[in-house]
């Protein structure tokens, strides 16, 4: 497959911005940037960051073993999504595929960047419909979304059915692995370069408890790569941003104990509330949280807000009947929302 082909013509012959930063980028102390504009007067924040963010793309590399010419970060994986719609799907005339019910922000996007969207219904398992998504492709479908563990599903979807979707869809394939850390399966990542045609998407807002910071990550051909560079933001990560990523990929250890803490309470607090009358099911997660079906998700999801809970009403999704979404919390907060529905 060959990725130009699939770009924007705007696109194909975007020139980047290029920045001060971008034009000598050795920084050392003896050396006087005058370059700028910026204030002269040191704080920690005085320059503009580092606009290909190295120091995070090492250590990233480091960890996923994955050269950091095949990684972009964004601003939240909600810029680095805007990025793949703006470079490959042409306003008023491309469509993408989502995968309903699945995370929210792929229909708003492609709204925002007006595209069209054609949804094709996960199964009664929550798997992809492959041959429904394979015929409902046209030439005009650019990007495949798959969100696995999907949310508000939680389930990771067949490995045999992602790999087919990504073999013999015509247009850019997705992976949004924004749980992946919660999961038993393998993350695309270690098959990213048999595939020229596939992105995943990760993020740092979810295991590594840096929802505030908003970094995103992209993984990726290095072609592909390069294209979403010419096109992003300059500055698009600020530099506390680029600071608190890396403290944090420094203190792996404690994002492995704090995921493993999650999974537990994850088993914990499925088990009770399985076994709460009015609960129909909990669904298998591979994520930080559950999806359970009760006997009437408005009225719990009202009683939950009065006790002080605020949970997900997922109930107007397809397929999602009668279902909230619990985040697997604290011990403490998951011991209270165990104790809440038990007292109704
Ligand atoms: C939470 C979530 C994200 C994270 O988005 P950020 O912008 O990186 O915070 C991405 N995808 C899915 C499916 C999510 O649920």
Same mark, same amino acid.
């Not at 997922?314 to 009947?321: G, W």
């Given at each position: 497959m060959n990725i130009e082909n699939l770009l924007r013509e705007n696109i194909k012959n975007l020139k980047a911005y290029s920045s001060a930063r971008d034009e000598y980028k050795e920084v050392t102390n003896e050396m006087v940037f005058i370059d700028a504009n910026e204030n002269p007067f040191e704080s920690d924040v005085n320059r503009y960051p580092d606009p290909q963010q190295s120091k995070v793309k090492s250590r990233l590399s480091d960890l996923k073993r994955i050269p950091s010419n095949q990684i972009l970060l964004g601003n939240g994986s909600d810029e680095v999504l805007d990025l793949i719609f703006r470079a490959f799907c042409e306003p008023n005339q491309d469509n993408v595929i989502t995968l309903p019910p699945t995370y929210g922000m792929y229909s708003v996007l492609a709204n925002l960047n007006a595209i069209s969207i054609k949804e094709v219904l996960l199964d009664s398992n929550f798997e992809p419909n492959v041959n429904q998504i394979l015929k409902t492709q046209d030439q005009n479908s650019k990007i495949l979304f798959l969100c696995s563990p999907n949310n508000p599903t939680a389930n990771s979807f067949e490995a045999l059915k992602v790999e087919k979707l990504i073999k013999e869809f015509k247009g850019i394939v997705v992976i949004d692995e924004a749980y992946i850390d919660f999961s038993n399966q393998d993350s695309w990542l270690s098959r990213l370069n048999e595939f020229q045609n596939l992105i995943v998407t990760q993020t740092l807002s979810k295991a590594y408890g840096l929802a505030g910071i908003r970094l995103g990550i992209c993984y990726a051909s290095k072609e592909i790569i390069a294209v979403l560079n010419r096109i992003k933001p300059p500055y698009n990560i600020n530099e506390l941003t680029q600071q608190a990523a890396l403290k944090r990929l420094n203190a792996i250890d404690t994002v492995n104990t704090e995921v493993k803490m999650i999974l537990d309470q994850r088993t914990q607090l499925s088990k009770v509330i399985e076994a709460i009358d009015f609960v129909e099911n909990v669904y298998a997660s591979d994520a930080n949280f559950l999806l359970v079906k009760v006997d009437d998700a408005n009225n719990r999801y009202r009683q939950l807000i009065e006790k002080g809970i605020v949970a997900r009403n997922? &109930? &107007?999704?397809?397929?999602?009947?009668n279902c909230l979404r619990f985040t697997v919390g604290t011990l403490d907060e998951n011991q209270k929302l165990i104790e809440t529905l038990n007292q109704l």
């Open positions: 997922r &109930t &107007t999704q397809p397929l999602c009947d």
